[in-house]
């Protein structure tokens, strides 16, 4: 946005820029209607004392007129209408501007009694307008120019018509009232250029911070974003959550044969596939772990997910490994070990944040992804009862490491 052009270039954001300055404008011009109004009812209270009584009748009436243009001025800063039309401004300040000149045309009529010349009165009620009218066109620049150069060009008008008046007082009056003029519009255009600039400021500061937003609720649960965001401590107990370690089958004897970059694109072509498979299934990916996906049902993020959907996820993994694998002319294989039990999950540290699970749980999937065939799973007994129904299953006593002997679930679903 060009400072002289006053405007953005897109529409939307126009809009939005009016509606939110004219809103923080608001304050400003009722305060100064208040002000103006205290200003002329302390003059029809004081005028009686000075004014003969037709004066002070035509004072009021022109007063009483102004003041209640102005109150029509204050309740309208107070709707949407006057927030989402600017171009009320022109007539808002047509009618003013007739106020304030039948005003200043009984002020005139009374100079024997003031002791202003008539022209001095008149320049003195348009300057003060003219000011007003500099915070009361709130964003519309083009309107004001427009509004004040009218203006301006009837008080010379009428100034070069009056009779009595020198030449020399003409100039200096005229002079005058053009120093408010211009003070009026430098001080009305460079308030809205600096609105602009303030407000580009924050719609690009909001941009980035909901960038950044995305980033951490794409890094972490929104609840756990918001309750870091607040200061507090994140730690939560879960008494029901299905670990899935997924672990790909001698992975090191294959890196030995691919190149670093071509390694680098398998795993992310394997952990690509996992994260499809864990977000069709409603899991929760924890993180990956060298060659190895640890993932969750049930946890944080997946509290609609249970053993059901830990075991689907598993098999559909499964299956992707094996469609890469035919496609790559690779043997991608996975164990898959599954345990169900109580975790402990929260976020630890102050930088690369993740939302993380510890506990047995977690030890014990692990330890069963070993006791599982190339391209099958092996479940915990808690995990077996609640998916019998889903997989055939050769139950065995194993010796897990760290665990002791265990029954573990076994399902094969290894491809031809």
Same mark, same amino acid.
């Given at each position: 946005?060009?400072?002289?052009?006053?405007?953005?270039?897109?529409?939307?954001?126009?809009?939005?820029?009016? @509606?939110?300055?004219?809103?923080?404008?608001?304050?400003?011009? @009722?305060?100064?209607?208040?002000?103006?109004?205290?200003?002329?009812?302390?003059?029809?209270?004081?005028?009686?004392?000075?004014?003969?009584?037709?004066?002070?009748?035509?004072?009021?009436?022109?007063?009483?007129?102004?003041?209640?243009?102005?109150?029509?001025?204050?309740?309208?800063?107070?709707?949407?209408?006057?927030?989402?039309?600017?171009?009320?401004?022109?007539?808002?300040?047509?009618?003013?501007?007739?106020?304030?000149?039948?005003?200043?045309?009984?002020?005139?009529?009374?100079?024997?009694?003031?002791?202003?010349?008539?022209?001095?009165?008149?320049?003195?009620?348009?300057?003060?307008?003219?000011?007003?009218?500099?915070?009361?066109?709130?964003?519309?620049?083009?309107?004001?120019?427009?509004?004040?150069?009218?203006?301006?060009?009837?008080?010379?008008?009428?100034?070069?018509? @009056?009779?009595?008046?020198?030449?020399?007082?003409?100039?200096?009056?005229?002079?005058?009232?053009?120093?408010?003029?211009?003070?009026?519009?430098?001080?009305?255009?460079?308030?809205?250029?600096?609105?602009?600039?303030?407000?580009?400021?924050? %719609?690009?500061?909001?941009?980035?911070?909901?960038?950044?937003?995305?980033?951490?609720?794409?890094?972490?649960?929104?609840?756990?974003?918001?309750?870091?965001?607040?200061?507090?401590?994140?730690?939560?107990?879960?008494?029901?959550?299905?670990?899935?370690?997924?672990?790909?089958?001698?992975?090191?004897?294959?890196?030995?044969?691919?190149?670093?970059?071509?390694?680098?694109?398998?795993?992310?072509?394997?952990?690509?596939?996992?994260?499809?498979?864990?977000?069709?299934?409603?899991?929760?990916?924890?993180?990956?772990?060298?060659?190895?996906?640890?993932?969750?049902?049930?946890?944080?993020?997946?509290?609609?997910?249970?053993?059901?959907?830990?075991?689907?996820?598993?098999?559909?993994?499964?299956?992707?490994?094996?469609?890469?694998?035919?496609?790559?002319?690779?043997?991608?294989?996975?164990?898959?070990?599954?345990?169900?039990?109580?975790?402990?999950?929260?976020?630890?540290?102050?930088?690369?944040?993740?939302?993380?699970?510890?506990?047995?749980?977690?030890?014990?999937?692990? @330890?069963? %992804?070993?006791?599982?065939?190339?391209?099958?799973?092996?479940?915990?007994?808690?995990?077996?009862?609640?998916?019998?129904?889903?997989?055939?299953?050769?139950?065995?006593?194993?010796?897990?490491?760290?665990?002791?002997?265990?029954?573990?679930?076994?399902?094969?679903?290894?491809?031809?």
């Amino acid at each position: 946005m060009a400072a002289s052009q006053q405007r953005f270039a897109d529409p939307a954001t126009e809009r939005a820029f009016l @509606r939110a300055e004219r809103s923080e404008r608001g304050g400003a011009i @009722r305060a100064l209607i208040v002000l103006a109004a205290l200003t002329l009812i302390s003059y029809i209270l004081i005028n009686p004392m000075h004014l003969p009584r037709d004066g002070v009748v035509a004072y009021s009436a022109a007063a009483g007129t102004l003041i209640l243009l102005m109150a029509g001025f204050f309740a309208l800063t107070r709707t949407d209408i006057y927030l989402d039309r600017p171009w009320l401004d022109l007539p808002v300040f047509v009618l003013l501007a007739a106020a304030m000149t039948w005003l200043a045309l009984v002020l005139a009529g009374l100079a024997a009694y003031t002791g202003f010349p008539a022209h001095v009165m008149a320049m003195v009620q348009m300057a003060i307008l003219v000011v007003f009218a500099s915070v009361g066109f709130a964003g519309t620049f083009r309107l004001f120019l427009l509004w004040s150069f009218a203006l301006f060009a009837l008080f010379a008008a009428w100034l070069f018509t @009056r009779d009595n008046v020198s030449e020399i007082s003409r100039v200096y009056t005229l002079t005058n009232f053009s120093t408010f003029f211009v003070f009026a519009l430098y001080f009305n255009w460079d308030t809205e250029r600096r609105a602009r600039k303030v407000f580009a400021a924050n %719609q690009a500061l909001e941009a980035e911070r909901a960038k950044t937003e995305a980033l951490l609720y794409n890094v972490l649960p929104q609840e756990v974003a918001a309750r870091l965001k607040a200061g507090e401590a994140v730690a939560d107990a879960f008494s029901d959550v299905t670990v899935v370690f997924v672990d790909l089958v001698d992975f090191s004897r294959l890196a030995k044969r691919l190149s670093p970059g071509h390694l680098v694109e398998l795993l992310n072509g394997v952990f690509s596939a996992a994260d499809r498979c864990a977000e069709r299934h409603g899991l929760e990916k924890v993180k990956t772990i060298g060659d190895a996906y640890l993932a969750v049902a049930g946890g944080m993020a997946s509290r609609d997910a249970g053993s059901r959907a830990a075991i689907a996820f598993s098999a559909d993994l499964i299956e992707e490994l094996g469609g890469m694998a035919n496609e790559r002319g690779l043997p991608l294989q996975a164990r898959i070990g599954v345990h169900t039990g109580p975790v402990v999950g929260g976020v630890i540290g102050s930088h690369r944040l993740a939302y993380d699970y510890w506990g047995d749980t977690m030890n014990i999937a692990s @330890r069963l %992804q070993g006791a599982a065939p190339p391209n099958g799973i092996a479940v915990s007994e808690a995990t077996y009862f609640q998916t019998q129904a889903l997989l055939a299953y050769e139950a065995r006593a194993l010796v897990l490491k760290g665990i002791g002997e265990t029954d573990v679930y076994v399902a094969s679903l290894s491809r031809a």
